[in-house]
Antibody
């Protein structure tokens, strides 16, 4: 069974660093992109950024670029989301999701690839409070 | 950015009702649109991809339609387990990927 196994809840103080994880189970992490999605308490879903684990290419939402880093460890089939200095406003649920649905669209002589998020982790709660 | 706007934000309905949720994109996303269901305290679950393709295991009472900028999610006969929040999301552009604000489906 394909799963994304996320690390457990975290309670941190402002200014502290943190890394949360997302382990691929039932498939090789390098096969599909991984995204991280934030959900503030009582709010909607916000895409933070994605990584292609096969070459570590990353892309971030402008809202999160410079504040978080997304990385992977191929040997551990694990993706990470990390902060160097947390803020109270980072208190949220964080989901990782696999881009397992890939669509190839030929345009002229080129192929374009698009992907949707088909498998999600159960989420990691991060609480930042002094 | 491609903005995604859902309507309504909240929908009150009863078991057995047919419900429709709309999603509009600020520019064309072709059919590169997904719908997710999120139950309280749970992770989102993929329902529909490619605007109208049902994900494996999703009941056939769910259907999606549309292309370009206007999309619809329909639940043909609401079941008790369908009360949840629903999100549309475009994957035409990852600069950035964007979700609608969500539609909360509640008991009437």
């Amino acid at each position: 069974e394909v799963q994304l196994v996320q690390s457990g809840p975290e309670v941190k103080k402002p200014g502290e660093s943190l890394r949360i994880s997302c382990e691929a189970s039932g498939y090789r992490l390098t096969r599909y992109w991984i995204s991280w999605v934030r959900q503030l308490p009582g709010e909607g879903l916000e895409w933070m950024g994605s990584i292609d684990p096969s070459d570590s290419y990353t892309t971030y939402s402008p809202s999160f670029e410079g504040h978080v880093i997304i990385s992977t460890d191929e040997a551990r089939d694990t993706a990470y989301l990390q902060w160097s200095s947390l803020k109270a406003s980072d208190t949220a649920m964080y989901y990782c999701a696999r881009h397992g649905g890939v669509v190839r669209v030929p345009v002229g002589l080129e192929d374009y690839y698009y992907s949707y998020m088909d498998v999600w982790g159960i989420g990691t709660t991060v609480t930042v409070s002094s | 950015d491609i903005q995604m706007t859902q309507s309504p934000s909240t929908l009150s309905a009863s078991v057995g009702d047919r419900v429709t949720i709309a999603c509009r994109a600020s520019q064309s996303v072709d059919t590169l649109l997904a719908w997710y269901q999120q139950k309280s305290g749970k992770a989102p679950n993929l329902l529909i991809f490619g605007a109208s393709s049902l994900q494996t295991g999703v009941p056939s009472r769910f259907s999606g339609s549309g292309s370009g900028t206007d999309f619809t999610l329909v639940i043909s006969s609401l079941q008790p387990e369908d009360f949840a929040t629903y999100y549309c999301q475009q994957y035409k552009s990852y600069s950035p990927y964007t979700f609608g604000q969500g539609t909360k489906l509640e008991v009437k």
